[in-house]
């Protein structure tokens, strides 16, 4: 298994709070992503990011930021919490290998409610 | 833009039924296309994936054919496990120089009965 580790795997806050998300990853990959996942829509990509301190944005970036500082942690951050976001967000990592092979491997999850 | 339209669902099967879930894409050049499973509680693994046309991919006994022609990558499976219950998304990969992500469709639920 790949070695991605979310972190807190579980969290319940309020509308208006600060709320940061971790990934962590072992596997050295230049690739990662955050994902959230909800019913009737799949996964939809939040952020992503290509290397150290570079990221784009994703089909639902609003409300959301990230930074990466490092190769192995890749951080979501929501500044200000709103009940829509209340969702399971799934980060996820790959090699992004030429010729379009870009297999992914995705971390455990974490709930997030937001009251 | 990049799409990806799965069946919709849910689907419930007796165990040793026969199992399709379609797979339809919309993408320009020739992207590689994959299966995901996610167990209840877990997140997405990959279950099998093929990079190009006419390539099947296989595993754990489900197989899909990357058909270029019909634009599909439809999962089958001869006999289907109560411990096949999950959740099955398709996805396709758009390699654009720095840029890598995946698209996914919906997802479909599959529940099997013993």
């Known amino acids: 298994d790949a070695g991605i580790t979310q972190s807190p795997r579980h969290k319940v806050t309020e509308t208006g709070t600060p709320v940061t998300l971790r990934c962590h990853q072992t596997e050295n990959h230049r690739y990662m992503y955050w994902y959230r996942q909800d019913p009737g829509h799949g996964l939809r990509l939040i952020h992503y990011s290509y290397g150290v301190k570079d990221t784009d944005k994703g089909e639902v970036s ?28 799934f980060c996820a990592i790959s090699a992004g290998l030429a010729g379009g092979l870009n297999e992914q491997f995705f971390g455990p999850g974490t709930r997030l409610t937001v009251l | 833009g990049n799409s990806v339209t799965q069946m919709e669902g849910p689907v419930t099967l007796s ?31 990959l279950l099998l994936k093929a990079t190009k046309a006419d ?29 096949d219950s ?14 890598s992500k995946l698209t996914f469709g919906k997802g479909i639920t599959l529940s099997v009965r013993p």
Do not use: M
Request: some cysteine.
């Open chain 1, 62 to 89: 609003d409300g959301y930021s990230v930074s990466r500082s490092k190769t192995e942690d890749f951080l979501l951050t929501l500044e200000s919490a709103t009940s829509s976001q209340t969702s399971v967000y």
């Open chain 2, 15 to 45: 165990e040793e039924a026969f199992l399709t879930i379609n797979c339809t894409y919309t993408a320009t050049g020739y992207p590689s296309l994959f299966w995901y499973v996610q167990y209840p509680g877990e997140g997405l693994q």
């Open chain 2, 55 to 83: 390539d099947k991919g296989s595993n754990k006994g489900f197989e899909a054919t990357y058909r270029k022609e019909t634009t599909s990558f439809h999962l089958e499976k001869g006999s289907v496990q109560v411990s």
């Open chain 2, 86 to 99: 999950a959740v099955y998304f398709c996805a396709l990969s758009d390699w654009k120089g720095a840029n």
